[in-house]
């Protein structure tokens, strides 16, 4: 459909010799614009969107480009802000399929009543700051009482002429918009009155401060606004009348098209009798109108609108020779940007501990990529941010909207005439006309992220008779759990170096020297990163929180924070109990995990098995035999060098001893010397493509149970190299087998999964979970895009 569109650009309503130089221009650019500089856009998907002290929160990012899964970057990054601006913690995840989990813990000692989240790609920070992902998460956090007074609520009335100016003589809507300094709607009275004291028009609030009315300005007369907030406060707004003669532009729109009008002074120069309009979203241009209005002070048309993707629709009017006069946005919804999830629950338990169990069906040849995430539906109040409102409304408009997810709850036409308001009340990501024009490419000071981690850096001293010796460095990477790597780069004549293809957790060390010349190291200074953008502790300015938390919900939090209160203190006596009287055991897998697995391999999602004491590998030919049958889903056909190996609709890939190997490799090995096997379910970020298929790794018998050996770095200089952020993987308790038999239960989130994936060859997914001790009612929210860039959310609630 966007092909379509996208040669569908030139739609003539009128007969008009344009200045053909400047509109091949103007295409040209504007073309290049999408090709070159594409824009990213960023969800969030959160478990909740209000926290107590010491809980986590669990959230999954999602980036769009251009309608599309963005494959523009490799990596994002996440900032925490406390309430003052300061920043607590800062993350950088891979990009799997344009997505990325992550976990942030609220400190313990947490004061404020809400956290800020902003995130971005590098490729993002090309674009006005305002595009970048911003949002306030509560914190349940009751403020002790204050002896101050609140401060005085200051009401600001903007006013939005539509097409952006007030031309004298010409009928023109004006949207207006009333918020306090902290950018919260605020309910006014107004009347709209000329110089004279005389009141032309009452002015009513249509929707969280927002309304609309027309001005006919005459000659000799000035016009403002008097109004009364909510509070009592008053105030008077001027009316600026901008131009005495020009033109304007109006814009509405029905279910199949947009009906334009544009209108003229009865005097203009020359330039203004004959006008373009382009009409254009996401930098794609759909169509380009040429308008003659030699004879005619107003012209009407009617653009089709009904087969466009869902988003906001920009209009734009030049005179003949490009230079811009008004711009209107309008939001087009033909439910395009959604694919279909059949949901289901076939198992409900609302009792202590009950199991419930969820079914997704996705009939769709595309792949998908979603988020579930079940929480007690009594302390989460309405989200007012959602994967529709982010990708479709947010992230494409200056100034922030409040509660955004509104105008995606209905397609009534009363919600589609409030977001018309949203439409003409705030900014939008606009063109600099004059740049395109004089064809002028913006200036990109940070490049693209297209690969994940990398060995990079630069070799100070490389002159004179040693920039003409060919240089190598060796490398030999050391993790934190002793796993190494062993990497050769050479250096160029600059003394720049780069290795790509490095991919890890947490920090490693970094030893080097410089190969069959140690002694160089004596004179040279080596400077060595791992590629990602680079960054520092910072401070933002914030304002307070525009949110109002429930005060019911904040009630039924409180309960969970006292109840898991008394539970961190029935653990930490429980502990001090075990340290003093007996020595706690290990889980046995734990242990195998410990002494086999390491770097990406150890931990992880997935099923482990320890083979050093399992009676079953006596009846299996090899460990695909031994494996049937153990993990479900997992599919395996044939046998010998047939066999293949399937797992909801991927194939896993195959690491022996954490080396890629192949089914015949695995096969040839004998039963009876592997020790230990993970199976790891998608994704696995340990594979070089994104492990889609999820993985097996085989690890076969040490002898003894001496450590791997380290490397020998004596006499080698290192530096610590940090990689991506370690997150927690959420616990999901499972109470199949003995209910009774553990702690006290007062999860809030009952359930997160970040990676519930379909394809075409595996379209459904059973989700299991179990009810905590205390909740009765449960909220399920599914979120998630598809290969073609399409989006679904889903709510459910358990009662």
């Known amino acids: 459909m966007k092909k379509k569109f996208l040669y569908l650009c030139f739609f003539v309503l009128t007969t008009l010799l344009c200045h053909k130089a400047s509109a091949q221009q103007i295409d040209s650019v504007m073309a290049s614009y999408q090709e070159q500089f594409p824009k990213e856009k960023i969800h969030i998907h959160?478990?909740?969107?209000?926290?107590?002290?010491?809980?986590?929160?669990?959230?999954?990012?999602?980036?769009?480009?251009?309608?599309?899964?963005?494959?523009?970057?490799?990596?994002?990054?996440?900032?925490?802000?406390?309430?003052?601006?300061?920043?607590?913690?800062?993350?950088?995840?891979?990009?799997?399929?344009?997505?990325?989990?992550?976990?942030?813990?609220?400190?313990?000692?947490?004061?404020?009543?809400?956290?800020?989240?902003?995130?971005?790609?590098?490729?993002?920070?090309?674009?006005?700051?305002?595009?970048?992902?911003?949002?306030?998460?509560?914190?349940?956090?009751?403020?002790?009482?204050?002896?101050?007074?609140?401060?005085?609520?200051?009401?600001?009335?903007?006013?939005?002429?539509?097409?952006?100016?007030?031309?004298?003589?010409?009928?023109?809507?004006?949207?207006?918009?009333?918020?306090?300094?902290?950018?919260?709607?605020?309910?006014?009275?107004?009347?709209?009155?000329?110089?004279?004291?005389?009141?032309?028009d009452t002015l009513k609030v249509k929707h969280d401060g927002m309304g609309l009315f027309s001005l006919l300005s005459h000659a000799n007369e000035s016009y403002r606004i008097s109004w009364t907030d909510e509070y009592g406060n008053k105030g008077v707004a001027p009316i600026t009348i901008e131009k005495q003669e020009g033109s304007l532009l109006s814009v509405s729109t029905t279910n199949d098209k947009a009906l334009v009008k544009v209108e003229r002074t009865a005097n203009v120069t020359d330039n203004f009798k004959q006008v373009h309009l382009l009409v254009h979203m996401n930098q794609q241009l759909f169509y380009k109108v040429a308008l003659n209005m030699m004879e005619k002070t107003l012209l009407n048309a009617q653009i089709p609108i009904d087969e466009m993707p869902t988003g906001i629709l920009q209009f734009s009017l030049f005179t003949s020779d490009w230079l811009p006069i008004a711009e209107r946005i309008v939001f087009v919804n033909n439910h395009l940007h959604e694919f279909n999830v059949k949901f289901s629950t076939p198992i409900v338990g609302l009792e202590k501990r009950a199991r419930n169990i969820i079914e997704v069906l996705v009939n769709d040849t595309a792949f998908t990529n979603m988020s579930v995430a079940v929480t007690d539906a009594s302390v989460v109040p309405p989200d007012k941010h959602t994967i529709f409102s982010d990708f479709l409304l947010s992230d494409d408009i200056k100034g922030k909207v409040y509660n955004p997810a509104y105008y995606f709850t209905s397609d009534a036409?009363?919600?589609?005439?409030?977001?018309?308001?949203?439409?003409?009340?705030?900014?939008?990501?606009?063109?600099?006309?004059?740049?395109?024009?004089?064809?002028?490419?913006?200036?990109?000071?940070?490049?693209?992220?297209?690969?994940?981690?990398?060995?990079?850096?630069?070799?100070?001293?490389?002159?004179?008779?040693?920039?003409?010796?060919?240089?190598?460095?060796?490398?030999?990477?050391?993790?934190?759990?002793?796993?190494?790597?062993?990497?050769?780069?050479?250096?160029?004549?600059?003394?720049?170096?780069?290795?790509?293809?490095?991919?890890?957790?947490?920090?490693?060390?970094?030893f080097y020297s410089f190969n069959g010349?140690?002694?160089?190291?004596?004179?040279?200074?080596?400077?060595?990163?791992?590629?990602?953008?680079?960054?520092?502790?910072?401070?933002?300015?914030?304002?307070?929180?525009?949110?109002?938390?429930?005060?019911?919900?904040?009630?039924?939090?409180?309960?969970?924070?006292?109840?898991?209160?008394?539970?961190?203190?029935?653990?930490?006596?429980?502990?001090?109990?075990?340290?003093?009287?007996?020595?706690?055991?290990?889980?046995?897998?734990?242990?195998?995990?410990?002494?086999?697995?390491?770097?990406?391999?150890?931990?992880?999602?997935?099923?482990?098995?320890?083979?050093?004491?399992?009676?079953?590998?006596?009846?299996?030919?090899?460990?695909?035999?031994?494996?049937?049958?153990?993990?479900?889903?997992?599919?395996?056909?044939?046998?010998?060098?047939?066999?293949?190996?399937?797992?909801?609709?991927?194939?896993?890939?195959?690491?022996?001893?954490?080396?890629?190997?192949?089914?015949?490799?695995?096969?040839?090995?004998?039963?009876?010397?592997?020790?230990?096997?993970?199976?790891?379910?998608?994704?696995?970020?340990?594979?070089?493509?994104?492990?889609?298929?999820?993985?097996?790794?085989?690890?076969?018998?040490?002898?003894?149970?001496?450590?791997?050996?380290?490397?020998?770095?004596?006499?080698?200089?290192s530096t610590i190299l940090g990689g991506y952020s370690r997150f927690k993987e959420f616990y999901s308790p499972s109470y199949e087998k003995s209910p009774d038999s553990f702690d006290p239960d007062v999860r809030t989130t009952l359930y997160w999964n970040p990676y519930v994936l379909t394809n075409k060859k595996s379209p459904r997914v059973k989700l299991e979970f179990y009810n905590n001790d205390i909740s009765k009612k449960l909220q399920v929210v599914l979120e998630g895009v598809n290969g073609e860039g399409k989006v679904i959310r889903i709510t459910r609630l358990l009662e």
């Open 413 to 510: 036409d009363s919600i589609t005439s409030k977001l018309d308001l949203v439409m003409m009340t705030n900014g939008w990501r606009r063109f600099d006309w004059n740049k395109i024009k004089t064809a002028e490419m913006p200036s990109l000071k940070y490049p693209r992220e297209t690969d994940y981690l990398k060995l990079t850096g630069k070799v100070y001293g490389v002159k004179g008779s040693l920039a003409r010796i060919p240089l190598q460095l060796n490398f030999i990477l050391r993790g934190k759990d002793s796993s190494t790597q062993l990497i050769f780069v050479p250096v160029e004549k600059d003394g720049s170096f780069e290795q790509k293809g490095l991919f890890f957790y947490d920090t490693v060390r970094a």
């Open 46 to 200: 959160f478990d909740r969107s209000i926290y107590n002290k010491s809980e986590t929160i669990w959230y999954k990012v999602y980036i769009l480009s251009g309608g599309e899964l963005s494959t523009l970057s490799k990596n994002v990054y996440v900032e925490w802000y406390d309430t003052t601006g300061k920043m607590l913690y800062q993350t950088v995840a891979p990009l799997f399929q344009s997505t990325a989990k992550g976990s942030f813990d609220v400190p313990a000692n947490y004061t404020g009543n809400f956290l800020h989240v902003k995130a971005y790609t590098r490729w993002m920070l090309n674009d006005d700051s305002a595009f970048l992902y911003e949002r306030d998460l509560a914190v349940n956090n009751p403020a002790p009482a204050q002896k101050k007074m609140p401060a005085a609520m200051k009401t600001r009335l903007e006013l939005f002429p539509e097409g952006g100016t007030l031309v004298q003589g010409l009928n023109t809507r004006i949207a207006f918009k009333a918020t306090n300094q902290f950018g919260v709607p605020v309910r006014i009275k107004a009347l709209l009155q000329n110089d004279k004291g005389k009141t032309l």
């Open 517 to 717: 010349k140690e002694k160089l190291s004596d004179v040279m200074q080596v400077q060595v990163e791992n590629g990602l953008l680079r960054q520092f502790p910072k401070s933002v300015k914030l304002g307070p929180s525009q949110m109002q938390n429930d005060s019911l919900a904040s009630l039924k939090l409180q309960y969970f924070f006292a109840e898991q209160e008394k539970l961190r203190k029935l653990k930490a006596a429980a502990t001090l109990q075990e340290v003093t009287v007996k020595a706690k055991v290990k889980d046995p897998l734990k242990v195998m995990d410990e002494k086999y697995a390491s770097g990406l391999f150890s931990g992880g999602d997935g099923y482990s098995f320890d083979l050093t004491d399992d009676k079953s590998i006596i009846g299996a030919m090899d460990v695909l035999g031994y494996l049937q049958g153990k993990v479900a889903g997992l599919m395996i056909t044939g046998s010998g060098p047939q066999a293949s190996l399937s797992w909801r609709g991927g194939s896993p890939d195959l690491y022996l001893n954490e080396m890629r190997s192949d089914i015949s490799m695995i096969q040839s090995t004998p039963v009876t010397d592997i020790a230990y096997i993970k199976v790891f379910r998608p994704p696995f970020f340990g594979s070089a493509g994104g492990g889609s298929g999820g993985a097996i790794a085989i690890y076969t018998k040490k002898g003894g149970d001496s450590r791997r050996s380290d490397a020998n770095s004596r006499g080698m200089e």
